[in-house]
């Protein structure tokens, strides 16, 4: 049966992390995976984390299952970090989350939830977007389309092309947001964007469906959580995947939310009650122990303070990162500003040069990231930031 099958073109991302394990080179560089690194090329375990594991594994009595919607603690924490405590979606009983396995599990749950809802339903994404987006929800059924959102040569959003796509589509369709720290390009819609976007909705009849996934390590967790709390508050029904991976560096353990805001409470108890059958039928329970600590970090004003410390230390380091790497660029007179990097939040930016380019970087300079020219800042350090920026202005 299964010789049927063809063969695949290797995954962008996994195949220039495998080029980049093969090469031998002491002093390489890896600026294409997309996880948070310290100083030292690192993906730490925040000590919030630690200390909220310890209390868990002290107190656990059971590995019996927990309820197909997951852990309540964790879905009531991860709906006031979203929405805040006294949002009146929350007040109204509005809002319906179940925990999933990871951000992709929550565009999963969501994608299944809305084609049982409108099956001929249309979800528009960004163009670039997380390179899961597309693959992922389309697996799941959906019917896929992009609009524009970023400007290459100009390294900003094309807000004008965004707000004329808009204006096209029907009552109904859906338009998959990046809540902050947008994946790919780092390039983040403003408050009065986001504003004009709120509007246009209303007006129009389009649902948002806003991914999450770094909130806090933008602006900050109330900054960062603006856009899905405007939307919220002004439109009758959105969708809001969430994920802790980056924000709690919880990557192994997969721990993610999708939340439903629907038109009144009752709505939002049929929401609760398909997404968990949803969730049912794809893999019966959640896993916990992620959730768990989770849970102990949002719940325990000591885990809970100690981890807005920790955050607000990885948000500074990377906005920090992006102007050590400008001021090494423009020291190095690059015949391109690359100002733009400092401006632009979270983990990604586009260089915007050339693949030939990129394959230069690699190949002569042992420094790699993707052929889009899609970097992770956070690849970037002290002790590499010179060799970096040298690579770079060698290759324009």
């Known amino acids: 049966m299964f010789e049927t099958l063809e063969e695949l073109p290797r995954d962008a991302i996994l195949g220039i992390m495998a080029l980049f394990r093969e090469d031998q080179y002491p002093g390489k560089i890896d600026l294409s995976v997309g996880v948070y690194q310290d100083e030292n090329g690192n993906t730490p375990i925040l000590e919030c984390?630690?200390?909220?594991?310890?209390?868990?594994?002290?107190?656990?009595?059971?590995?019996?299952?927990v309820a197909i919607a997951g852990n309540a603690g964790f879905n009531a924490g991860i709906e006031t970090l979203l929405f805040g405590a006294d949002h009146p979606a929350l007040r109204d009983g509005r809002v319906s989350t179940v925990q999933t396995p990871g951000g992709s599990g929550g565009l999963c749950i969501a994608a299944h939830l809305i084609l049982r809802a409108q099956p001929d339903a249309r979800v528009w994404l960004s163009d670039p977007s997380w390179p899961n987006h597309l693959p992922l929800l389309r697996l799941a059924g959906l019917n896929l389309e992009q609009?524009?959102?970023?400007?290459?040569?100009?390294?900003?959003?094309?807000?004008?092309?965004?707000?004329?796509?808009?204006?096209?589509?029907?009552?109904?369709e859906l338009v998959l947001l990046h809540g902050c720290c947008h994946n790919p390009s780092g390039a983040d819609l403003s408050r009065e964007q986001w504003q004009t976007l709120a509007e246009l909705f209303e007006r129009r009849g389009i649902v948002p469906f806003i991914d999450i996934a770094y909130q806090g390590l933008s602006q900050g967790l109330d900054e960062d959580a603006f856009g899905v709390r405007l939307m919220a508050e002004r439109l009758p029904e959105i969708v809001v995947v969430a994920s802790c991976s980056k924000n709690l560096g919880l990557y192994r353990e997969r721990v993610g939310a999708v939340s439903v805001v629907s038109r009144n409470a009752d709505a939002a108890k049929l929401a609760l009650s398909n997404a968990s059958n949803v969730a049912r039928g794809i893999y019966s329970m959640p896993p916990d122990h992620g959730a768990a600590i989770v849970a102990a970090v949002l719940h325990d004003d000591a885990l809970r303070a100690l981890w807005i410390e920790e955050l607000g230390e990885m948000r500074n380091r990377l906005n920090d990162l992006r102007r050590l790497l400008v001021d090494r660029l423009v020291e190095r007179h690059s015949p391109i500003d690359f100002s733009f990097i400092a401006q632009e939040r979270g983990m990604f930016s586009f260089l915007g040069i050339s693949r030939e380019q990129v394959v230069r970087l690699r190949e002569e300079f042992h420094v790699y990231m993707v052929e889009s020219s899609r970097i992770n800042v956070a690849?970037?350090?002290?002790?590499?930031?010179?060799?970096?920026?040298?690579?770079?202005v060698a290759v324009l």
């Open 49 to 65: 984390v630690r200390r909220g594991e310890l209390q868990l594994l002290e107190a656990q009595q059971t590995k019996s299952y």
């Open 379 to 392: 690849g970037v350090n002290r002790s590499n930031a010179d060799t970096v920026a040298d690579a770079i």
């Open 147 to 172: 609009y524009p959102y970023y400007d290459y040569e100009n390294h900003r959003i094309d807000f004008d092309a965004m707000l004329k796509a808009f204006e096209k589509l029907d009552a109904g």
